[in-house]
């Protein structure tokens, strides 16, 4: 395991939320665009505290995506300034939960906050295990030709090169096999 279980949930989560972004989805759609789709990522992610389940939450959520999406576009280094800002704009006072069957972990926020502040909070939080960790080179955007997906790379060597989000790994694949047939003698 190269992250502990629950920054490796909010890893993903953030990868998720990311990705329903136009510009990284493969189709171009944004795929975040109703309260429906807010409450579907929250179940598949399980986030507590308050909830309005309203367009104001929507928007907030959906505002917070372009502060995420920075993160996969700069180093390790760059990316402290941008976790320290959420982790202050987010007023971070980390402390140890513990709650629906799982064991300690930090929450930095008030289970009061905004959703779209708790989600912040948990990302930077999550960004700062990663940056400690000094793997911030699994974080990363797809190498598919066609796809800006991001994901971050859980994998025991480190050698992921494709998103989840749009079977970029397999498409690559049968495309270089379709052009080596091709460049192939007869």
Known sequence: MIFIRDTELVLRAAVELVNTLPQTDTSGADTLTDVSDLEAFIERHGYTGSRTRDAGELAAVRGIRGRLLPLWSVDRDAAVPLVNAMLAD??????????????????????????????????????????RADEYGRVRVCDAD????????????????????????NRMNVNAYRKRKADAPA
Not at 93 to 107: A, C, E, F, K, T
Not at 156 to 163: E, I, V
Request: aromatic letters at 8%; one cysteine or more; a negative charge.
């Open 146 to 169: 066609d796809c800006d997906g991001v994901y971050v790379d859980f994998s025991k060597n480190g050698s992921k090169r494709y998103c989840d989000a749009g079977n970029c790994g």
């Open 90 to 131: 987010g007023r971070a006072l980390p402390q140890l939960v513990r709650h629906d069957g799982l064991d300690w972990h930090i929450h930095a926020s008030d289970p009061a906050d905004p959703l779209a502040t708790r989600i912040l909070v948990e990302t930077a939080l999550a960004f700062v295990d990663v940056i």
